[in-house]
């Protein structure tokens, strides 16, 4: 079993940064890809962004790209962290971390933290 832990959510204003970060812990996940999904209200939920297991590709939602970046603890492997820049009121969601999987469907991964809520004020 995969327990994992994000942080790092909160309540900023509109052009401001955020870095959340999210913490594995139980079956050895260093070897697995991991990322981030976020549902908004009313919405469902949706791919944000993925890294594989050795930091080495990355692949981000074009609603993302060129604002967020996702990397991994070099020594670990077991966290990562969601680097957020220039968010706007349309990043107000839950984010949620996943592990082990790839691609943009909630189907193709296999664990799936508690989620940190992310509110950017206008």
């Known amino acids: 079993q995969v327990q994992l832990v994000e942080s790092g959510g909160g309540l900023v204003q509109a052009g401001y940064s955020l870095r959340l970060s999210c913490a594995a812990s139980g079956r050895t996940t260093s070897s697995y890809s991991m990322g981030w999904f976020r549902q908004a209200p009313g919405k469902e939920r949706e791919f944000v962004a993925a890294?594989?297991?050795?930091?080495?590709?990355?692949?981000y939602a074009d609603s993302v790209k060129g604002r967020f970046t996702i990397s991994r603890d070099n020594n670990s492997k077991n966290t990562i962290f969601l680097q957020m820049n220039s968010l706007q009121p349309e990043d107000t969601a839950v984010y949620y971390c996943v592990v082990g999987g790839w691609g943009v469907a909630v189907s193709g991964w296999d664990s799936w933290g508690q989620g940190t809520q992310v509110t950017v004020s206008s």
């Open positions: 890294i594989n297991w050795s930091g080495a590709t990355t692949y």
